[in-house]
Protein backbone atom coordinates (compact mmCIF):
# COMPACT_ATOMS: atom_id res chain seq x y z
CA UNK A 1 0.00 0.00 0.00
CA UNK A 2 1.21 3.65 -1.05
CA UNK A 3 2.32 5.86 2.00
CA UNK A 4 1.36 9.80 1.08
CA UNK A 5 2.37 12.65 2.92
CA UNK A 6 0.05 14.92 4.27
CA UNK A 7 1.04 17.73 1.60
CA UNK A 8 0.17 15.16 -0.73
CA UNK A 9 -3.59 14.23 0.72
CA UNK A 10 -4.10 17.78 1.49
CA UNK A 11 -3.39 18.77 -1.97
CA UNK A 12 -5.84 15.97 -3.46
CA UNK A 13 -8.36 17.49 -0.71
CA UNK A 14 -8.02 20.88 -2.72
CA UNK A 15 -8.27 19.32 -5.65
CA UNK A 16 -11.61 17.69 -4.79
CA UNK A 17 -12.88 20.85 -3.46
CA UNK A 18 -11.68 22.61 -6.92
CA UNK A 19 -13.83 19.32 -8.81
CA UNK A 20 -17.06 19.85 -6.29
CA UNK A 21 -16.98 23.63 -6.85
CA UNK A 22 -17.53 22.72 -10.70
CA UNK A 23 -20.26 20.27 -10.11
CA UNK A 24 -23.92 21.16 -11.60
CA UNK A 25 -25.40 21.80 -8.21
CA UNK A 26 -22.88 24.05 -7.32
CA UNK A 27 -23.04 26.21 -10.24
CA UNK A 28 -26.88 25.96 -9.72
CA UNK A 29 -26.11 27.43 -6.25
CA UNK A 30 -23.74 29.96 -7.45
CA UNK A 31 -26.35 31.29 -9.58
CA UNK A 32 -29.16 31.47 -7.68
CA UNK A 33 -26.93 33.13 -4.81
CA UNK A 34 -26.06 35.79 -7.59
CA UNK A 35 -29.41 36.59 -7.94
CA UNK A 36 -30.61 36.96 -4.33
CA UNK A 37 -28.06 39.49 -4.26
CA UNK A 38 -29.24 41.58 -6.74
CA UNK A 39 -32.77 41.27 -5.76
CA UNK A 40 -33.20 44.50 -4.37
CA UNK A 41 -36.29 43.83 -2.02
CA UNK A 42 -34.05 40.89 -0.44
CA UNK A 43 -31.29 42.79 0.24
CA UNK A 44 -33.79 45.59 1.69
CA UNK A 45 -35.47 43.09 4.05
CA UNK A 46 -32.19 41.68 5.00
CA UNK A 47 -30.58 45.19 5.96
CA UNK A 48 -34.16 45.62 7.98
CA UNK A 49 -33.85 42.32 9.97
CA UNK A 50 -30.27 42.98 10.62
CA UNK A 51 -31.33 46.35 12.17
CA UNK A 52 -34.17 45.14 13.82
CA UNK A 53 -32.03 42.33 15.53
CA UNK A 54 -29.65 44.83 16.72
CA UNK A 55 -32.57 46.75 18.26
CA UNK A 56 -33.94 43.28 19.66
CA UNK A 57 -31.24 42.37 21.37
CA UNK A 58 -30.89 45.93 23.13
CA UNK A 59 -34.36 45.79 24.41
CA UNK A 60 -33.34 42.54 26.14
CA UNK A 61 -31.18 44.03 27.81
CA UNK A 62 -32.84 46.59 29.01
CA UNK A 63 -36.13 43.93 29.73
CA UNK A 64 -38.20 45.73 28.05
CA UNK A 65 -40.89 42.97 26.74
CA UNK A 66 -43.68 44.69 25.12
CA UNK A 67 -41.06 46.20 22.45
CA UNK A 68 -38.84 43.16 21.73
CA UNK A 69 -42.19 41.41 21.08
CA UNK A 70 -42.82 44.20 18.75
CA UNK A 71 -39.81 43.75 17.40
CA UNK A 72 -39.74 40.28 16.94
CA UNK A 73 -42.74 40.26 15.20
CA UNK A 74 -41.73 42.81 12.19
CA UNK A 75 -38.97 40.51 12.32
CA UNK A 76 -41.04 37.40 11.46
CA UNK A 77 -43.46 38.97 8.97
CA UNK A 78 -39.89 40.37 7.48
CA UNK A 79 -38.40 37.05 6.54
CA UNK A 80 -42.47 35.36 5.80
CA UNK A 81 -41.54 38.23 2.95
CA UNK A 82 -37.99 36.88 2.16
CA UNK A 83 -39.45 33.26 2.37
CA UNK A 84 -42.18 33.81 -0.07
CA UNK A 85 -40.15 35.12 -2.69
CA UNK A 86 -39.46 32.18 -5.70
CA UNK A 87 -35.59 32.79 -5.25
CA UNK A 88 -35.18 32.26 -1.95
CA UNK A 89 -37.22 29.28 -1.71
CA UNK A 90 -35.03 27.73 -4.55
CA UNK A 91 -32.08 28.98 -2.88
CA UNK A 92 -32.84 27.28 0.15
CA UNK A 93 -33.75 23.65 -1.74
CA UNK A 94 -29.99 23.94 -3.74
CA UNK A 95 -28.82 24.91 -0.40
CA UNK A 96 -30.02 21.42 0.43
CA UNK A 97 -28.86 19.73 -2.01
CA UNK A 98 -25.21 21.31 -1.98
CA UNK A 99 -24.89 20.65 2.08
CA UNK A 100 -26.41 16.91 1.21
CA UNK A 101 -24.04 16.50 -1.41
CA UNK A 102 -20.78 17.38 1.24
CA UNK A 103 -22.71 15.48 3.54
CA UNK A 104 -21.69 12.28 1.30
CA UNK A 105 -18.26 13.46 0.02
CA UNK A 106 -17.37 13.53 3.97
CA UNK A 107 -19.60 10.29 4.96
CA UNK A 108 -17.62 8.93 2.47
CA UNK A 109 -14.26 9.52 2.65
CA UNK A 110 -15.15 8.83 6.65
CA UNK A 111 -15.99 5.48 6.02
CA UNK A 112 -13.38 4.54 3.64
CA UNK A 113 -10.62 5.77 5.71
CA UNK A 114 -11.90 3.44 8.51
CA UNK A 115 -12.69 0.54 6.53
CA UNK A 116 -9.11 0.54 4.98
CA UNK A 117 -7.57 0.77 8.40
CA UNK A 118 -9.77 -2.15 9.23
CA UNK A 119 -8.22 -4.05 6.32
CA UNK A 120 -4.55 -3.12 7.07
CA UNK A 121 -5.53 -4.23 10.39
CA UNK A 122 -6.93 -7.68 9.25
CA UNK A 123 -9.85 -7.11 10.96
CA UNK A 124 -13.79 -7.86 10.00
CA UNK A 125 -15.24 -4.91 8.42
CA UNK A 126 -18.64 -6.46 9.29
CA UNK A 127 -17.97 -6.09 13.07
CA UNK A 128 -16.56 -2.76 12.54
CA UNK A 129 -13.29 -4.20 14.43
CA UNK A 130 -9.44 -3.01 13.65
CA UNK A 131 -7.29 -6.43 14.13
CA UNK A 132 -4.92 -5.01 16.06
CA UNK A 133 -5.11 -6.14 19.60
CA UNK A 134 -3.54 -4.16 23.43
CA UNK A 135 -1.68 -7.01 24.73
CA UNK A 136 -2.88 -7.21 28.27
CA UNK A 137 -0.91 -8.26 31.18
CA UNK A 138 -3.74 -10.52 32.58
CA UNK A 139 -1.42 -13.12 32.39
Not at 26 to 38: D, L, Q, T, W
Not at 100 to 126: C, K, S, Y
Amino acid sequence: MAEYTRKEVLDEARHLASMLSNIEEINRFKEVEAKINNNKKVQKNISSIKTLQKQAVNLQAYEKKAALEKVESQIDRLQDEIDAIPVVQEFKEIQIVVNDILQLVTGTIAREVTNNIIEATGGDLLEGKTGTKIPTNDA
